[in-house]
Nanobody, 118 residues
Framework: QVHLVESGGGLVQPGGSLRLSCAAS????????MGWYRQAPENERELVAR???????NYADSVKGRFTISRDNGWNTLFLQMNSLKPEDTAVYYC????????????WGQGTQVTVSS
């Protein structure tokens, strides 16, 4: 079992920046991907950005050029640098970890609220 804990959310004005962090409770060896998803009220959860174990990085079209995903070497911590924030970025942001192999699993954090408002 792995626990994911997000931090770094908050209230920011349009055009501002935030840096989200996701800490895993233990090191993982069979990681397929780690990523960030978000869910706004009355919307479905959507992919924001994801890194795979082979180095592929995917971004939602709506955040390309503004958000940057990164991680540490041991898959212990995942980051999301969010710049030029817009009101439509307001959502709860969730960290996700997918593992492969005999104990393949899909883990989620509890989420961190990001509110972009003046």
């Amino acid at each position: 079992q792995v626990h994911l804990v997000e931090s770094g959310g908050g209230l920011v004005q349009p055009g501002g920046s935030l840096r989200l962090s996701c800490a895993a409770s233990r090191s993982m060896s069979s990681v397929y991907s780690m990523g960030w998803y978000r869910q706004a009220p009355e919307n479905e959860r959507e992919l924001v950005a994801r890194i795979t174990s082979v180095g592929t990085i995917n971004y939602a079209d709506s955040v390309k050029g503004r958000f940057t995903i990164s991680r540490d070497n041991g898959w212990n911590t995942l980051f999301l640098q969010m710049n030029s924030l817009k009101p439509e970025d307001t959502a709860v942001y969730y960290c996700n970890l997918v593992t492969y192999g005999p104990s393949a699993a899909n883990y989620w954090g509890q989420g961190t609220q990001v509110t972009v408002s003046s």
